[in-house]
């Protein structure tokens, strides 16, 4: 028996506090990753992150170990060091207030930090971690609070109590009996809070998990879809690529593509459920299920898609091989009104897009598509049907999770981005990029090779130069362009780079002349405008 008994509260149920408290941070995190950030539960990049970071060794004697249970070990490995961590947080917490609570949120950002480096991660994969941080850390505070004053083992009072019962019969000397009569009911209390705090991490994880399921579900379906064979097949000439270390690749492979919705909850279509309707303002309203689309024929193509928020220079584009069906054969069947000018394609979400019914209508590969790369649209970029139309920001034209094709007219209906203050009609702008050298990247002295690339889709791109300093433009190399609907990359052989500072810029110039201009605009209402500038230090 400890002396200080009726004043430190003993190790054992702070710790159980730490522990539900760690129930309800893992329980919350999983339901708000299977809400918002599937791939990113905190335990998933917790693990991902100790397996990027342990040492080959480290990985051979796991497997050695365990086999093919070495994931499963993992699992339960970071389980019980984050079960001691937590033990831990509950006692410091009950040592000293916020101190505990610092731990759980210390944890959360270390989950963030572990989520926000994967590859592909998107900007929602840091909440499973904080939130579950942020649960923690009020939890272990809430509870470390109810702990009763004085942990004192239970035998020796328990029997005083009896002693005392049994010297004085039923009415118990109040000395006696004030001590187990008020820790008693505190101890339960506190028990019971603690296990309706671990009840209520339990549930949000089987929420959670419920919720996945209907994710993984989808998913299994998307991977079981066979592609119908192209009608015709894009092709990729040769010299397209210019093979410079740290370009951009020509195709970006669809785990880096960007990625941009309004869309909390990825939606889960199931393809047997799909369907498009084109109505509106047309002759006859068709209306086409996911059988009637994979009889249709289907011919690749290479676009490359831009976001109107990608900010002069920025990553929020990307060059894939769709395949799809026309979307122009579809509008034909329905035989548009001769007064329609806009077509408002509407996702199973909600989200809507306007865009030009003549664009729509004329020779481009405005496609329906069903593949990206290869492969079934990932349930990120559109599953199961998406459109994808050269020449135009995706907010007015690439709808995802599409299922409805309104033939209308622009003074009659407006569409998700315009209602908040973006332009209805969203051509995307002449632009290039710089991608090596990096900014920051330190070349040696003497022939330093800049390179990137330049869009201007389906108007294609005539030139591209580059400026050093303030010197004049020079003009580039260009790789042979897949098409005028995608990037192209570039290269240019900077001669005689003197040691120190240099500013590098970049202008394309499009196959209609249109030089691209100096001048810096926004994002907002239709685009960024600007020059690509980059300063190196040349050693
Ligand atoms: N259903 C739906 N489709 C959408 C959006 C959206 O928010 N919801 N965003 C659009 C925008 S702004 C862009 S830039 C592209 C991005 O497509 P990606 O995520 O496949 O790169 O999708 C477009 N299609
Ligand atoms: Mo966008």
């Excluded at 760690?22 to 917790?46: C, M, N, R």
């Excluded at 880096?256 to 109505?279: G, K, Q």
């Excluded at 069947?333 to 806009?342: F, T, V």
């Excluded at 622009?410 to 203050?421: C, L, N, P, Q």
């Amino acid at each position: 028996m400890r002396a200080t008994d009726a004043r430190t509260p003993g190790w054992r149920l702070p710790a159980l506090a730490g522990l539900a408290a760690a129930a309800v941070a893992a329980g919350v995190g999983e339901l708000v990753a299977a809400i918002a950030a599937p791939e990113s539960g905190p335990f998933v990049v917790v693990g991902a992150a100790v397996i990027d970071l342990a040492p080959p060794w480290a990985k051979d004697a796991a497997i050695a170990l365990f086999g093919t249970a070495d994931k499963l070990a993992l699992i339960v490995g970071i389980v019980l060091v984050l079960a001691a961590v937590a033990g831990g947080a509950g006692v410091l917490e009950s040592r000293r207030s916020r101190l505990g609570a610092g731990v759980f949120l210390m944890l959360g950002v270390l989950g963030a930090i572990a989520a926000a480096t994967r590859a592909g991660s998107g900007t929602l994969a840091i909440l499973p971690s904080a939130a579950a941080g942020i649960a923690g850390a009020v939890a272990v505070m809430h509870l470390v609070r109810r702990v009763p004053g004085g942990e004192a083992p239970a035998a020796p009072e328990a029997s005083r109590t009896l002693g005392a019962a049994g010297a004085s019969g039923a009415s118990a000397a109040p000395e006696a009996s004030v001590s187990p009569a008020a820790s008693a009911p505190d101890r339960r209390s506190f028990l019971a809070w603690a296990g309706g705090a671990a009840a209520v991490g339990v549930l949000a994880a089987l929420a959670g998990n419920a919720l996945q399921a209907g994710r993984r579900m989808t998913q299994a379906v998307r991977d079981a879809v066979t592609l119908p064979r192209a009608t015709a097949s894009a092709t990729i000439p040769a010299s397209a690529e210019l093979h410079v270390d740290g370009i951009t690749p020509l195709v970006t492979p669809n785990a880096d593509f960007y990625r941009i919705d309004t869309a909390l909850r990825v939606p889960e279509i199931d393809p047997a459920e799909w369907s498009l309707r084109i109505h509106g303002r047309v002759a006859r309203e068709v209306v086409l299920t996911w059988s009637d689309l994979l009889a249709l024929p289907m011919a690749e193509s290479v676009t490359t898609l831009a976001c109107v928020s990608n900010e002069v220079g920025g990553g929020l584009i990307g060059n894939a091989v769709w395949l799809g069906h026309p979307i122009r054969d579809l509008l034909a069947r329905a035989e548009p009104d001769s007064d329609a000018d806009m077509v408002l394609s509407r996702s199973v979400d909600g989200f809507t897009a306007s865009t030009p019914l003549a664009v729509l209508q004329d020779d481009r590969d405005a496609v329906l598509a069903i593949g990206m790369n290869g492969e079934p649209l990932p349930l990120e970029h559109g599953f199961p049907v998406r459109m994808v139309v050269p020449g135009l920001y995706g907010y007015v034209s690439a709808t995802k999770w599409v299922t409805e094709l309104e033939v209308t007219r622009f003074d009659e209906a407006s569409a998700y981005w315009t209602d908040r203050g973006w332009s209805e009609r969203g051509p995307i702008k002449i632009s290039s990029r710089i991608d090596v050298p990096r900014p920051g990247q330190r070349p040696a002295a003497g022939t330093v090779v800049v390179a990137g690339v330049a869009w201007h889709q389906h108007v294609g791109i005539e030139a591209v130069e580059v400026q050093v300093d303030d010197g004049p433009w020079r003009e580039a190399e260009l790789a042979t362009a897949i098409s005028a609907d995608t990037w192209v990359q570039w290269r240019y052989e900077w001669a005689d780079a003197a040691a120190g500072g240099h500013t590098l810029r970049v202008r394309a110039i499009g196959a209609d002349g249109e030089v691209q201009t100096a001048r810096e605009q926004g994002v907002v209402p239709d685009g960024a405008t600007g020059l690509h500038t980059v300063t190196v230090d040349v050693g």
